[in-house]
DNA sequence: CATGAATGAGCTTTCATTCAT
DNA sequence: GATGAATGAAAGCTCATTCAT
């Protein structure tokens, strides 16, 4: 049995946690930083309250981000921006149907992000781009800019195979990406504080959207859309 | 039988207008902050800009709103005025097909309130509805819960009517809703500062949304999806 | 007899402060602000106790300047390059011989700068420049250039009279304000701990400067200096 | 006779590696900070820097010197050696005319103390004094006192062989010893900033003011300076 | 009623110093 | 002895709020 000596628990302990710090440190803080930025947005959070919850002292924080808005640059680049390649690979191995592609390409983001304490730094850039142009540009250069193209990737995949109807792509991966960021966005600022019988449940709210759209996306049989046809013609 | 005596028709003319005055700096207020929360969120926003805006001073500002908080209030409060009552109307006396309701609701919407300052009381709403749960919670009674109902009639008219297929109506307004709100969003945030060709010009956007989800609403001529067969049957 | 009451005789000096106020702050901050940048050095003087000096809280300090360097630029404008124009008009008029114009310039220097605590600016410039560089290129701007030029027109008009020997200006004008720019930082570094028998009385060191500076300058009976002739001819 | 058992050797080698490190390291601390110092100031100066432009850790620093005053301390220390032996041996021997002399001394003052980097403790005396008056005090003992007996020697050279004017030899040395001074100032602090056209360099600079002084200490022809008599006689 | 000078808590960032390893 | 991760007291500056006029 192992001595049950306090002082010298103490010192073990004392010891782990020093052992563990440098590697870990920045993984701690990246996590706290995620949270609070999503709790409470990128200018309310306080660098202090980070590193609390990080379990350091405010002057180490600083140690590993040279400012606050490092820190989220780095946040968004360990939560979104890093995960690219790993899709765009995920994609060039896909050998289903373009809608058996983008239903999967759907549910991997919102198992991934959009499920996650990452759909709110989505969320954030929406409330405080304005406030915050040069993290705006980043976030459009390293998130928007690579999900759009591989979003687009997918559409055109559909459209080359005559599955998808030939569309202006700069505008139709909106019809993919305005649901989800919806989503998204609703989940943290609204969808808090639904009334009873308003809340949304999300995989029933994206089974409904990804067929309508598969459906609103589909190579249409003939070259005109009969059914829908004006009153004025 | 009101008194006509001169001096009190004097005194109660000071009165109405120190009354008026009184009234409308407030308006003044109410108006130069909904520019700038919408702006620059609600903390961003600082209380003497509001008040040089409203061309009064900062003190004043206080004299009508006991905090930043409550004029932030006071602002979401002002701006949901019950414009369903006059649309529901209008609804009552459509005669054209469900496709060009939808059509033609969307464009009115975006006609009215996207491409107005009342699209930034969206934008309020879902930047800091976690910051003022109370708000977030009326807000939902007021416009959301009623846009809702509205939407919702609409789709019911067009599954009535046998032109669009059945479906889950509390999930399925989000169709039409998402895109829409999605479109609101962007336009005072990211949108403000997009990346050369990446910029969103509302008509097309809208026209595109609109088409697409129209022939994914339409009643499907066959029970079934064929053209979207899953590969795994 | 006046009322004693102590809570009006309170009431009044409140009074009376407040309506000192506005007028008063700024220069009551810039003579707080030279004190101390004087004793401590610009970047060892806190903002904070500036304030307090002056009686006033930290946030008034950057009601009246926009930030610690500017607040030194006010502090120079204040002390010294304001005076540029008055000492140039006072040269415009001055009749007696150059020699009696550079005696009269040196000791007005001196009783307008140098034996004030303007002169520790002097100081402070001379310390801290490189750590400041923009407040450094404002003081040559604002001081050292217009210096210069005051005192090349004095030893320009020597020379135009034939009073004083001809030389090059650039660097004949640190003849004079060399000894006088040491005797200032000399005051404000080692000269505060001289040992006993080294302090440096400022009249008699300047006597003694202009003497033979005065001699030195002035005109060579011919074009050679035969009492100083070289060893090897 | 040494002991010559080699382990013993190659203890004592150790041993003596160790210390001659020990003894090693402080002076590697003492040259980077006399560098920085000199450079930024005091306050300006990071302890780590001084650690890192040594080629040691941070905390190694404290390890030798007990805080960054105690290193201040040590660096003007350091730095005042006692070469007025030597140059007091090298006047000895001189037997050319005074102003000769005065001529050689300053040209070696400038290329051995002014022109490197030695004049840097000048500039950090003068900068620093106020803050550390014990060293300031220190200071004055071993080198501004020596320096001044030294001049004196010189110019009373010149008395004494009729060579310069009598003077009160206490103030005498100023006129010497303020140019030169003021020109190691001006090397380390605003002339590292100098507008376009305001450089100055020192061999010309030396040369005016030589001449120049030369031509005031020189032994007047007559006991009054005509040239320069006041207009109001 | 309206003003705006004044306040001071609060925020990000820096850096001398400590101490477990 | 040497290291460098960690600390936390400052410091400059902002801004919601107060209150004497």
Chains 1, 2, 3, 4 share one sequence.
């Not at 928007?144 to 979003?151: A, E, R, S, T, Y």
């Not at 998808?164 to 700069?170: G, H, N, R, T």
Request: proline fraction near 5%; glycine fraction near 6%; hydrophobic fraction near 40%.
């Amino acid at each position: 049995m192992p001595s049950t000596c306090p002082i010298c628990e103490i010192a073990a302990n004392v010891r782990a946690k020093r052992e563990r710090r440098k590697d870990a440190r920045p993984g701690e803080l990246l996590a706290a930083a995620l949270e609070l930025f999503v709790e409470k947005g990128f200018a309310a959070t306080r660098a202090e309250e980070v590193a609390k919850r990080a379990g350091v002292s405010k002057g180490t924080l600083f140690l590993y981000f040279a400012s606050k808005e490092e820190l989220f640059k780095a946040v968004v680049r360990e939560n979104i921006s890093g995960r690219f390649t790993e899709w765009n690979a995920e994609f060039d191995n896909f050998h289903g149907s373009s809608a058996d592609m983008l239903r999967y390409s759907i549910r991997a983001w919102w198992e991934r992000i959009g499920s996650t304490k990452a759909s709110g730094i989505t969320k954030l850039m929406m409330s405080e781009a304005s406030n915050f142009p040069e993290l705006a540009t980043f976030y459009q250069h390293e998130v928007i800019q690579p999900g759009n193209d591989l979003l687009r990737r997918v559409l055109q995949r559909g459209i080359d195979r005559g599955e998808f109807e030939p569309m202006d792509l700069k505008y139709g991966v909106y019809i993919v990406l305005a649901p989800m960021l919806f989503l998204a966005m609703w989940k943290h600022s609204l969808g808090t504080c639904s009334a009873a019988g308003m809340e949304i449940d999300p995989d029933h709210y994206i089974t409904v959207q990804v067929e309508t759209i598969l459906f609103g996306l589909a190579k249409r049989p003939t070259s005109t859309t009969p059914v829908l046809k004006d009153k004025n013609p």
